[in-house]
């Protein structure tokens, strides 16, 4: 692992966080942040929010630390945010860590056999706020561990860069436009159980 300037603070929070659960439910406890901003882990332990992208980033940091690679997945929609994923294997299986405004659409536990597999267990939590489902596809993963992005896990300056090259990253579909003419809207249940306790302001279309 990448020898990283983390603070003793720093540190001492991060010790806390030793296995994939424990991350997730630290991500879970912060509010959702409706900013447009980018923050590295160091930023989101600093100022304790995050979105999509800062809780993934954080994620892999932390998973980093226990011994896992520091990877990211983007998974692609129409009509709406895109949703990224950090991930982990146990047992050879994939599991993953997110920050989500949407209840479902955090935590997998480690049971999928490969990622198209993990991605699909996120189809049906993933909806808009208009009820359409909006999962279209998946990147292949990004490995963090390169000199591409600097010291990505305390820099100061906005991550937009990492964003960026993950929207140049070549796309799976796993639903054609031709599948999406024909997908249900979202119960009104599933919707309101989605939604609870999201930040109105960090849905999509809301900025």
């Given at each position: 692992m990448m020898n990283v300037d983390w603070t003793a603070e720093e540190l001492h929070v991060l010790a806390r966080?030793?296995?994939p659960e424990a991350i997730q439910e630290f991500l879970d406890a912060m509010p959702y942040n409706d900013e447009i901003t980018c923050r590295s882990p160091r930023r989101v332990l600093r100022d304790l929010k995050g979105h999509c992208m800062e809780g993934a980033l954080f994620a892999a940091a932390a998973l980093e630390r226990i011994g896992q690679p520091p990877v990211l997945v983007d998974m692609r929609s129409e009509h709406d945010d895109d949703h990224i994923l950090a991930l982990f294997r146990r047992d050879g299986l994939l599991g993953a860590v997110a920050k989500s405004?949407?209840?479902?659409?955090?935590?997998?536990?480690?049971?999928?056999?490969?990622l198209r597999e993990l991605v699909l267990s996120y189809f049906e939590d993933y909806f808009?706020?208009?009820?359409e489902l909006t999962l279209r596809g998946y990147t292949r993963p990004l490995?963090?561990?390169?000199?591409?992005?600097?010291?990505?896990?305390?820099?100061?300056?906005?991550?937009?860069?990492?964003?960026?090259?993950?929207?140049?990253?070549?796309?799976?579909?796993?639903?054609?436009?031709?599948?999406?003419?024909?997908?249900r809207r979202v119960p009104e249940q599933l919707m309101a159980a989605g939604l609870l306790g999201a930040n109105p302001r960090g849905l999509y279309g809301a900025h």
């Open positions: 966080l030793d296995s405004n949407y209840t479902g659409l955090r935590y997998r536990s480690p049971v999928y056999r490969s808009n706020p208009w009820g490995d963090l561990r390169t000199q591409r992005f600097g010291q990505w896990r305390t820099r100061e300056d906005e991550l937009d860069d990492i964003g960026e090259h993950m929207d140049t990253l070549p796309v799976r579909v796993v639903v054609t436009p031709e599948q999406a003419t024909r997908l």
